[in-house]
C-alpha cells in the first residue's frame, strides 16, 4: 500500500524558513515521480514543485523558485521541501503526492497523497 505521511509545518514569521519532509512507503520513490502540493483557504490544491520520475526533471512554481527546493533521499525513501525565505502568501496547506506515470505537476496527474501539513506565515 502506498503510503506518504508528511510532517515539518508550523508557524513561522515572514523571512523564517522550513522544512517539510514526507516519509514514503510501499513503493520506492526513485521509479515514481514526486511533487509538493499547496491549498490555500477557498483555493484549489495547486503544483508547487514537482521532480520527474521519467527524466528527474524539476518543476517549480514561478513563486518559489529561488526560494524553494524540493530534494530527495532515495535510501532513505523520504522527500524533503526546503522553503526559505517564507513569506505570508506561502501560508497554506502543504501535500506530498506520488505517482507513477504522471510528468506534470497537476494534481490531476498524482494519485498519492499524504495528509497534508499546516504550514503558516506571520507578518
Known amino acids: 500500500e502506498v503510503q506518504l505521511v508528511e510532517s515539518g509545518g508550523g508557524l513561522v514569521q515572514a523571512g523564517g524558513s522550513l522544512r517539510l519532509s514526507c516519509a514514503a512507503s510501499?513503493?520506492?520513490?526513485?521509479?515514481?515521480?514526486i511533487g509538493w502540493f499547496t491549498q490555500a483557504p477557498g483555493s484549489e490544491r495547486e503544483g508547487l514543485t514537482c521532480?520527474?520520475?521519467?527524466?528527474?526533471?524539476?518543476y517549480y512554481r514561478d513563486s518559489v523558485k529561488g526560494r524553494f527546493t524540493i530534494s530527495r533521499d532515495n535510501a532513505k525513501n523520504m522527500v524533503y521541501l526546503q522553503m526559505n525565505d517564507l513569506k505570508p502568501e506561502d501560508t497554506a496547506v502543504y501535500y506530498c503526492?506520488?505517482?507513477?506515470?504522471?510528468?506534470?505537476?497537476?494534481?490531476?496527474?498524482?494519485?498519492?497523497w499524504g495528509q497534508g501539513t499546516q504550514v503558516t506565515v506571520s507578518s
Open positions: 503526492a506520488a505517482d507513477s506515470d504522471s510528468d506534470l505537476c497537476s494534481r490531476y496527474e498524482y494519485r498519492h
Open positions: 510501499g513503493f520506492s520513490i526513485e521509479d515514481y515521480s
Open positions: 521532480i520527474s520520475g521519467f527524466d528527474g526533471s524539476i
